[in-house]
């Protein structure tokens, strides 16, 4: 399961990129879980739908309208931005796309929950985060980091 | 969608009870969505499972280790009773088995989210509660009552 | 600490008997916590700020301007309803004004986190929910039981 | 209403370090919120009841033993990390102190509420954090900045 999180508006190239890692995944077995609204949640979902895939949508608002229309299963939490950590939490492995102050925290709550985050022109936050140049090479070492044994999860407050 | 909610412990024969509605569900082309942990969650994700349906487990605790072994899609929410109002929220109809006070803010948070309520057995809060006497009768009914119209929201606080 | 919980609009008789509430808690030292909003929540805080008394209200919104005028502490959540799950965690002991399902939601809740629940005419869930018929009543009422040692928690779902 | 974010478990200085901002917010009329626990959370409130202030704690957990003994208002969410996010809305402006990821989210949703952070040699997300070197400084600049008319309210996920 592979968390995709990065800006709910961004440039359709950008969106196209959040596509490939999804159809990647997809096609890879994973399941694709993100925010369940627009940009590259929508971006990715669409890849993984394209691809024959099973999308999760963890929704800020309590309305399954919102969701985009490429997510299997909506979530609709009513919990605004808290739900962040949710989709942080089911995932085995989180791709960051570039995003502001909610994509940054989701990769804050990533690196607390001691998932593995791969960026794609994400924030830097150091070296815990995997940069990557392409959607491709973020998917594959997604995929493959989602695969080993996770770290014991530890207090990091 | 549709919501199975009562009891984390329970007796062998209510389990197998959830069983039957999970079964009814995923043979008729539902989804089983529930709190993911043992006793009614347990017994309606199984028979789900039996059925070769999907099942999603929305977790109090943040480990996904919690969660019982029928479940598909784990949500490891780490909100603690605060994701009753998540399952509840996710699913078109729900399925009130017997519990204690937590099933009961279940079947409370679905009627205010003006969702059909289907009980076997369950809490009477009134006539807004489909009254049941068997998991087939509540199956069925939830499965029809999920495919109608929803009543538009409306603030009943 | 007292929770007050009831509807969010109700009419003058009935806020005027939760500012009754507010008013008895405050001028024992007692301090009001509440969804933060109108109706109910309104009255309650009114009448503990005119006797000089503190305020929390712990907001279903994350906009603080949504609180009601009255309330000194807030608590602006962006959590919706799950908010209620705060207010009477937050509570030493609970009176329960008429409210529809938000209402048995709380109350729910209370029982479940094992607070002392007293109520004004409110919902009938057993035998566990302490009745009274007037303000003073309840007020008093809750403040005692508020001062006893509580109940061990304990798992009821 | 001041927010100190920082890591729960610390060294003594850091811990004096908060105190320091804990007592200039008291002594000049401001309320401390945080996140109720140990180390930065401890010292920030010891500071601000050692000048008779108002100090308020919304835990993690659901049990408001846990909170620290500094400590007037314990809001005991049960929510774990995702009650950062409301000791971040609840609050004017925000000192942070060094920390982790917890810390890290903490700004990062501050940031995305568009609520002022002061930081005493946090984590440096750029020009939107004011960056001060001794806790009387940061204190100040706090409350000057709470004192502002608040920015629009903005989506920048």
Redesign the interface.
Known sequence: ?IAVVG???CSKKLRDMASEVGRYVAEHGG?IVCGG?G?IMEGAARGAKEAGGLT?G?LPT???DDANEYID??????????RN??VV??ADAVVAFP???????EM??A???RKPVVAVNAWR?GEEIHQTQTPIEAAELAMKLAAEEPAP?E???
Chains 1, 2, 3, 4 share one sequence.
Request: aromatic share 6%.
């Open positions: 399961m800006a709910g508006k399941v609204m940009g999760i963890i309590d309305s399954r299963i909506v979530i609709p939490t009513g919990f605004g931005e808290a950590i949710m939490r089911s995003g502001k102050y909610g994509t940054l925290s804050a709550f690196l607390h929950a936050l999860a207090d990091s407050e």
